[in-house]
Every structure is written in structure tokens, then in C-alpha cells.
């Protein structure tokens, strides 16, 4: 029991995306829901928002 309490808490690395995935998080940042950006590039909602928030971070925007 102890085991599985240690390993579920052990957060695993996130795959890098492609320059072509971050440009298209960029591009629909504003117009599409974090949900249907990560279902079109195949990722997660929570990789998305940490790329929308960097941009944010950075004032980088994509027009």
C-alpha cells in the first residue's frame, strides 16, 4: 500500500511539443477552448494552459 502512495505521487516528465504544436497553441490561444487546442495537437489541457502562460509570461503573442 505504502508503494503505490509513493508512486502515485511521482509526477512524470512532460513530452517536449514540435515548433509546429507551440505555433498552433499560439494561434488558437484565444480562439478555441484550452480542451479542443490540446484534442487537435495531441496533448494535454494542462500542457496547453503551461504554454498559454508562458506566452502570457513573455507578452509573445501570434498574429
Not at 514540435?18 to 496533448?43: D, W
Amino acid at each position: 500500500m505504502a508503494r503505490s502512495t509513493f508512486l502515485s505521487s511521482v509526477r512524470m516528465p512532460n513530452k517536449r511539443l514540435s515548433m509546429r504544436q507551440i505555433k498552433e497553441i499560439l494561434h488558437y490561444g484565444c480562439q478555441r477552448s484550452q480542451r479542443e487546442i490540446a484534442s487537435t495537437i495531441g496533448a494535454s489541457v494542462s500542457t496547453v494552459w503551461e504554454y498559454l502562460q508562458r506566452a502570457k509570461r513573455t507578452q509573445l503573442s501570434y498574429e
